[in-house]
């Protein structure tokens, strides 16, 4: 095995935290679908499956590595969601908490010299820049426009599907 056994511990941790993730986005894209706002479900269902890819970066490089895998148990998602604002600050929230675990595994791989940990690590840690920003910018446009000014955008959206290109 050439991983340490605490980093192959966090890495399979780590699994679980993005399959959390994963199940958290999967929930937020149900209470958009339930509600009929399409586009925020899409962009959550396609979030729930990046995370699940974030996942399975984990598990394949455990057996690259030669490292077991133990699938741990993973939390159930927060139901309750007060509206469109909580939802994204719930995923910046989730975003800022990733970041600070995928920089505790880098921490550990940096003090085991573990060059290989590292850099597979460091394309998590560029991901996080990207992901953080992009729940910030979300979250910022959808408190600016408001509740009811979103759902005349999906409407909007939605319409301009069906509508056959002239
Ligand atoms: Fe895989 Fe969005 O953290």
Excluded: C
Aim: no cysteine.
């Amino acid at each position: 095995m050439r991983i340490s056994e605490k980093l192959a511990e966090m890495m399979n941790e780590q699994f679980g935290n993005e399959m959390g993730a994963s199940m958290q986005y999967m929930q937020i894209a149900a209470y958009f679908d339930g509600r009929s706002l399409p586009k925020f479900a899409e962009f959550f269902y396609a979030q729930a499956t990046e995370e699940q890819e974030h996942a399975m970066k984990f598990l394949h490089y455990l057996l690259d590595i030669g490292a077991e895998v133990f699938i741990p148990a993973i939390e159930a998602p927060v139901y309750e969601i007060a509206d469109t604002a909580a939802s994204f600050q719930m995923s910046l929230d989730w975003e800022n908490e990733v970041t600070a675990q995928i920089y505790a595994l880098m921490d550990t791989a940096m003090e085991e010299k573990d060059y290989a940990a590292q850099n597979f690590l460091q394309w998590f840690v560029t991901e996080q820049v990207e992901e953080v920003a992009s729940m910030e910018t979300l979250l910022d446009v959808v408190k600016r426009v408001g509740e009811k000014n979103l759902f005349m955008i999906e409407s909007y959206l939605v319409r301009g599907e069906e509508t056959p290109a002239a």
